[in-house]
């Protein structure tokens, strides 16, 4: 058990809708990552937060978002979902992640169905 | 950006063996690089990492890495496999972003092993 933990385990839902991914870092941690994994593109970076501000940005579409809020948990927000959006969708936290060589240690993730 | 590669989809060998899952890199600057595993249906767990130094790194479940500059290698090693290290291994490097001096992990697309009894 890493310590980060994600809710909901599972989401299944219909093609546009919105839906929130809940990610609680392991205790101490400042920064947190959101990570999409899928068979055809693999794990790629959605985006990185660090003490409640936006820190670095992947390949994050337009239709997602999300926040840090002060207790440090985060949310990420899907919406207008597409077919192409189902995915396991991973949280990680590192103790700071300012220079990229401390750890970042992931959560169960949660698995997105679109139907 | 900073990328790795993962040259195999599978790895077999069978328990008792010495087990190799073969990482190569493409950076500007120094690699810090990264080993995770993923079971199935399970988060990634995280191995090891190169930051700096020793060029041999022990990692957790008796795992290594030899960090290999003139061949930009980074692969994962196990003396004696075991059929409970069957699963998903990513390679992972450090990506510097530009902006807000944040960073990301740039995984390779994995390597399955398979441990046969």
């Known amino acids: ?115 | 950006a900073q990328s790795v590669a993962q040259p195999e989809d599978q790895v077999n060998v069978a328990e008792g063996n010495p087990l190799t899952v073969k990482c190569t890199y493409s950076v500007s600057g120094n690699p810090y690089l990264f080993w995770y595993v993923q079971y199935p249906n399970r988060g990634l767990q995280f191995l090891l990492k190169y930051i700096t130094g020793d060029n041999l790194v022990k990692g957790s479940y008796g795992f290594e890495a030899e960090f290999n500059k003139s061949q930009t290698s980074f692969h994962l090693k196990k003396p004696s496999a075991l059929v409970s290290d069957s699963a998903l291994y990513f390679c992972a490097v450090r990506d510097i972003l530009t902006g807000n001096s944040g960073y990301a992990l740039n995984f390779g697309k994995g390597t399955s092993l398979l441990v046969t009894p």
């Open chain 1, 1 to 115: 058990d890493s310590g980060v933990t994600q809710t909901p385990k599972h989401l299944i839902t219909a093609t546009g809708q919105r839906v929130t991914l809940r990610c609680s870092p392991r205790s101490g941690d400042l920064s947190v990552y959101w990570y999409q994994q899928s068979l055809d593109q693999g794990l790629q970076f959605l985006i990185q937060y660090y003490n409640g501000e936006e820190r670095a940005k992947g390949n994050i579409l337009e239709r997602f978002s999300a926040q840090q809020f002060p207790d440090l948990h985060s949310e990420l927000n899907l919406s207008s979902l597409e077919l192409g959006d189902s995915a396991l969708y991973f949280c990680a936290s590192s103790v700071v992640g300012g220079k990229g060589t401390d750890t970042q240690y992931f959560g169960p993730g949660t698995r997105l169905t679109v139907l």
